[in-house]
């Protein structure tokens, strides 16, 4: 499958800019490098926006409560936690895609801003999602939620949605879906076929890879904790059934397909979708790759059929 025209154009306009790699900024400079550069498309009408917090580990964790158009009363409810390899996006990288997801699913989704590395490495982010989804699940009513939670997200995001999931298993609280975009399942580990056959030049290269893990987890001993490495886990069963999303062009292809065929081994119901002509990060790309739009309402289905399933 040849890599698709659209996402084409904006490589090679990319490369033509010669914008410096993420690993040659630095932390700060890439977190506004990334917030310069979105493509997702911005101010996607939406019923409505709440900037909020919730109770931490170490602090309060700002979040965002996004309410679909044309909603009223309580929903569903879906918390999302952005990519950026741990190191960067935030809120407002991720608003575009929150919104889009909050109008497809008809859910109430709650955008959670964990704390970076290498300021906060693992398990700072864990422990943060791991917080906010215990709280919101615990106040629910006061989040306008009503019925069945999903989690769910993108690259680093579905890497801790998957962690979440995991995490909440044995005592609770109960999710009733995961939506896992191109996630990152297995940090510092060989490299796969994918991470090989597209190491430069689609988005997401293999040094950035490497960069993000070494900010992340500057100990590679702990490499081998499924709460960095999801695929790890020795038991995947019981978990809650899956939507799990890779790009043909993506590094992280193939250990996305391998934690959606571990969780459907383990008797999972998993719904996976590889999209052959993209590349990572492409559902952050919706304004200039039609190829994303459908995607993104592909997926936003997914969770709504997850959150209504009798």
């Not at 306009?13 to 550069?37: D, I, N, T, Y």
């Amino acid at each position: 499958m040849a890599l698709d025209v659209s996402v084409r154009a904006l490589l090679d306009q990319m490369k033509a800019a010669a914008l410096p790699k993420l690993w040659e900024l630095g932390p700060q400079a890439a977190r506004a490098a990334m917030r310069s550069r979105l493509l997702g498309g911005k101010d996607t009408p939406i019923g409505g926006i709440e900037n909020r917090s919730v109770p931490g580990p170490a602090q309060a964790i700002p979040v965002r409560v996004y309410t679909p158009i044309g909603a009223e009363g309580p929903l569903p409810g879906f918390i999302f936690f952005h990519g950026g390899g741990f190191v960067i996006g935030d809120l407002e990288t991720h608003d575009d895609l929150c919104r889009t997801l909050a109008n497809g699913s008809m859910c109430r989704v709650v955008s959670v801003d964990y704390r970076l590395a290498p300021e906060c490495p693992f398990p700072a982010a864990v422990e943060d999602c791991w917080a906010a989804t215990q709280w919101i699940c615990a106040h629910a009513d006061d989040f306008g939620i009503a019925g069945p939670i999903a989690i769910g997200g993108d690259s680093a995001g579905g890497n801790l949605a998957a962690v979440v999931t995991q995490l909440a298993r044995a005592n609770g609280p109960d999710l009733a879906f995961q939506l896992l975009i191109y996630p990152v399942t297995q940090l510092g580990g060989p490299d796969t076929p994918s991470m090989k056959q597209n190491a430069k030049g689609y988005f997401l290269e293999r040094d950035s890879m490497r960069w993000f893990t070494r900010l992340y987890c500057p100990d590679a001993s702990r490499l081998g904790d499924p709460r960095l490495s999801p695929l790890l886990a020795p038991d995947l069963s019981g978990l809650p059934p899956a939507y799990v999303v890779t790009a043909g062009f993506d590094p992280l292809r193939d250990e996305g397909k391998a934690y959606a065929d571990k969780l459907d081994a383990a008797g999972v119901p998993v719904t996976y979708v590889n999209y052959p002509g993209m590349v990572h990060g492409f559902f952050s790309m919706r304004g200039l790759v039609p190829k994303a739009r459908e995607a993104i309402a592909a997926a936003a289905a997914a969770v709504h059929a997850g959150v209504t399933a009798e």
